[in-house]
């Protein structure tokens, strides 16, 4: 079946350090991936897709490439700011034999940024 | 565009009882997702709809949780015979589209089952 893998958090940074956030999946077939965010009280958002390998997807500042040789799909930020304190998850979703998109979630990641 | 909205937003319910929670997508977003979500985890696919179709269901969790969506407006989740084991944070989101289109989350109805 198909499966997302998250780095545990949370993840404690200082504001203006990079990020790293670690997604790896397994799938049959051909995924598309997504980084979505859930900022504290709030809904899960999309924050950026890659539908096909080598494809980078790219969002307020926040970046992840398709990696298809690697299976991963990691979440870079250059510079995090306070603000950025969420809960992130990397998910992808590919399309099943009766012809459905089935989409799968990771666990989350917890990014928490001390001024 | 008022976004997704899902009622009720708590629900507290004993043991045995049915349930049933509603979404209210995205005006002409012809897609609507069920997810259930516990603590410290991703969302958990369960069902999903293009307009009054149910195209995929084999991801409920069992005989006891049910989706319709009557009139490709707004969809119900009914569980019957409530465990506690269904404690959880259930999500709707819908989109517009046919193929892997982005999805607008609702804020969920968190049940309780005591």
């Known amino acids: 079946g198909n499966s997302v893998t998250q780095m545990e958090g949370p993840v404690t940074l200082s504001e203006e350090a990079f990020l790293t956030i670690n997604c790896t999946y397994t799938a049959t077939g051909y995924p598309s991936l997504f980084w979505y965010v859930q900022y504290p009280g709030e809904g899960l958002q999309l924050l950026l897709k890659?539908?096909?390998?080598?494809d980078k997807g790219s969002n307020k500042g926040f970046e992840a490439t398709y990696r298809k040789e690697t299976t991963s799909f990691h979440l870079e930020k250059g510079s995090v700011q306070v603000s950025d304190s969420a809960v992130y998850f990397c998910?992808?979703?590919?399309?099943?034999?009766?012809?459905?998109?089935?989409?799968?979630f990771g666990r989350g990641t917890s990014l928490i940024v001390h001024p | 565009d008022t976004g997704v909205s899902q009622n009720p937003r708590h629900k507290i319910t004993k043991r045995g009882q049915n349930v049933t929670f509603r979404c209210d997508p995205i005006s002409e977003h012809n897609r609507l997702y069920w997810y259930r979500q516990t603590l410290g985890q991703g969302p958990e696919f369960l069902t999903y709809f293009q307009n009054e179709a149910q195209l995929e269901k084999s991801r409920l969790l069992s005989d006891r949780f049910s989706a319709e969506r009557p009139k490709g407006s707004f969809s119900t989740l009914e569980i019957q015979r409530t465990e506690q084991g269904d404690s959880a944070m259930y999500l709707c989101?819908?989109?517009f589209g046919t193929g892997l289109d982005t999805q607008y989350f609702g804020p969920g109805t968190r049940l309780t089952v005591l």
């Open positions: 998910a992808l979703s590919v399309r099943a034999s009766g012809g459905s998109y089935i989409p799968t």
């Open positions: 890659a539908t096909k390998a080598d």
């Open positions: 989101a819908s989109s």
